[in-house]
């Protein structure tokens, strides 16, 4: 694969874009510590108001134009259309990002929340994962409303304050539109921003990039032994942590079965026509019906197995002896689950209790969620996405797919049935997978200016008056 910026076309486009001060307030932005606990007594709520002030302060037009409100700690901004008959849009992102690991703040190249801009890039926590999302929208309407257009649909963009732990942010903005009738033609929330080479789907060569249209559901279970404990040398019937270690085989060597999700069935069929190795080549003539097939061949494989089952991740225990020679008590463990289309919370949990069988386990489910709805990808925004970054990433063939994280535009699907999860903000493969919630989280310069290039392309197709 070339380098990212070897992907980017019309970088002449919109010539008077201020790439240079929407660097600067984006540098600002990272400098603002908006780490949100889930135990709330921990957080700093006061890093948020520096960064909505940020907000007020970097983007006159957009606050003389819309309305700002905070709900909670998160913010909606109303720029209203002049057509009530059309359905608005939404553009998401968080203000939130998640803390440094202790003991690898001396592994950084730049603090994780200087802003610095060095070597092409800028550096620190939410370059990635997300604030250059939020403030690109916000540059894109600003550049929009500065040059004196109107918005015939109205846009609301909505930045949650705790996508990272609770998701309640995201939660109260939709409660709350619903509350006042509003439906809503398409949602954009972040996901993708990264091109990789189409090997994996067995088109070599083709660039491709991702449009999420659905996520996994998410669960997270609890596995619990209680024991009294006691000498080492009397350990009838079996340790608390035996059980444990037990337990959690049974669930790790009970794989769910494979399935070709929707959104992935879409992906093959879009790139059929691309796609010359062995088995997919023939398999994809027929996605539809040859998906068992296709399911079978990706589990194979490490970038696609996430992507056609139901996950399972042990990740945590607790509870352990301080001693060798002693036995330990109560313990716990965790198991992380990343659920695929059509399996849901209680799937989960049956599957589970028959995996354990009769251990002296309890089972509770610390959070769950079903994955979400797949978003429509025959429909208007689905349309006018493709379009926008059609010319901007010419070479790159963008790609209906799900993923398999968690975002807060689920929240929003009570209000819209179209929730696509797709950043323009494309960087490397190695840097997405290395920064995002690691250390040494950088954007390049370019690339943050190209993403607010397409944001202002789709707001002109979607919103703007020509």
Not at 99 to 121: I, Q
Not at 130 to 154: D, W
Not at 315 to 332: D, H, K
Request: aromatic share 8%; proline share 6%.
């Amino acid at each position: 694969m070339r380098e990212v910026s070897a992907y980017f076309a019309e970088e002449a486009r919109y010539p008077d874009l201020d790439a240079a001060g929407a660097a600067e307030r984006l540098s600002q932005a990272i400098r603002c510590r908006t780490v949100n606990h889930a135990d709330h007594s921990l957080t700093d709520f006061s890093q948020f108001d520096r960064l909505q002030e940020i907000m007020r302060r970097g983007f006159p037009n957009v606050m003389r134009c819309g309305s700002f409100e905070l709900i909670g700690h998160a913010v909606l901004i109303t720029i209203p259309g002049t057509d009530a008959s059309l359905l608005p849009c939404l553009y998401m992102s968080h203000q939130d990002v998640v803390p440094v690991v202790p003991g690898t703040e001396a592994d950084w190249l730049h603090d994780a929340f200087s802003g610095d801009v060095a070597d092409g890039c800028i550096w620190g926590r939410g370059t990635l994962d997300i604030k250059q999302m939020v403030f690109g929208i916000l540059e894109a309407a600003e550049y929009l409303l500065s040059h004196g257009k109107s918005f015939r649909r109205t846009a609301f963009l909505a930045f949650g304050d705790d996508e990272e732990t609770l998701n309640l942010g995201a939660l109260a903005i939709a409660e709350t539109l619903e509350s006042r009738g509003v439906r809503l033609e398409f949602v954009l929330d972040e996901g993708g921003g990264i091109i990789e080479d189409g090997a994996c789907y067995g088109a070599p060569g083709q660039p491709v990039s991702l449009v999420a249209l659905m996520e996994k559901g998410y669960a997270d279970l609890e596995l619990s032994v209680e024991s009294a404990g006691g000498h080492s040398s009397r350990p009838f019937g079996g340790s608390s942590l035996e059980h444990l270690a037990r337990a959690i085989t049974a669930v790790a060597d009970a794989p769910f079965p494979t399935r070709l999700p929707t959104p992935m069935a879409a992906a093959f069929e879009t790139l059929a026509p691309r796609i010359t190795e062995e088995p997919l080549r023939t398999l994809v003539q027929d996605v539809r019906g040859n998906a068992d097939a296709i399911a079978a061949f990706c589990a194979s494989q490490p970038e696609l197995f996430p992507f056609v089952t139901t996950t399972i991740a042990p990740t945590m225990i607790e509870g352990g002896s301080a001693a060798c020679n002693v036995l330990p008590q109560n313990m716990r463990a965790v198991i992380n689950f990343r659920l695929n289309e059509g399996v849901g919370a209680e799937d989960v949990m049956t599957h589970c209790r028959e995996a354990v069988g009769n251990a002296p386990v309890k089972l509770r489910f610390l959070q769950a969620n079903d994955p979400s709805h797949v978003a429509r990808s025959d429909g208007y925004g689905y349309r006018m996405l493709r379009e926008a970054l059609r010319p901007f990433y010419p070479q790159v063939q963008f790609v209906p797919a799900m993923t398999v994280g968690s975002t807060d535009a689920r929240r929003y699907e009570r209000i819209c049935d179209c929730c696509l999860r797709c950043s323009p903000f494309m960087t490397e493969a190695e840097d997405a997978r290395s920064g995002v919630h690691g250390t040494n989280e950088r954007l390049p310069l370019r690339s943050y200016a190209q993403g607010i290039r397409v944001l202002i392309r789709l707001m002109e197709l979607a919103n703007v008056t020509e």
